[in-house]
């Protein structure tokens, strides 16, 4: 989504800041969604509104919440990552062609 991404564990979530707006599409892309972000981390134990950032005080947490997100989208195959919203990065070998028949059906 645009290059950010998050993780919810056991209370905590890490999540990246958005750096362009949607309506800001044709902008420049972030080169590297993984690495290149403003991480934002809260508790929602103790902040579930999510007005405290708390990932400048944590930076522990925030790297072990990182490293578990890369260990997720390694094991479901979310990678790489792609900030841009270019139609050739959104087609993908492994999606199925729809074939348009008669009457509007869409079938795989």
């Known amino acids: 989504m645009m290059g950010q991404w998050a993780l919810y564990q056991n209370g905590w979530i890490l999540s990246t800041k ?4 949607p309506w800001e599409a044709f902008g420049p892309a972030n080169p590297d969604p993984l690495n290149n972000q403003v991480f934002q981390l809260y508790n929602l134990n103790t902040d579930f509104a999510q007005a405290d950032d708390i990932a400048a005080a944590n930076p522990q947490k925030v790297q072990e919440l990182k ?3 890369i260990a997720e989208a390694k094991k479901y195959q979310v990678f790489p990552l792609d900030a841009s919203l270019s139609l050739l ?3 993908s070998p492994r999606l199925v062609p729809l074939v348009f028949r008669p009457k509007m059906a869409l079938r795989a």
Not at 18 to 21: E, G, H, L, Q, Y
């Open 18 to 21: 958005v750096n362009r707006a």
């Open 67 to 69: 490293a578990q997100f």
């Open 89 to 91: 990065s959104w087609r």
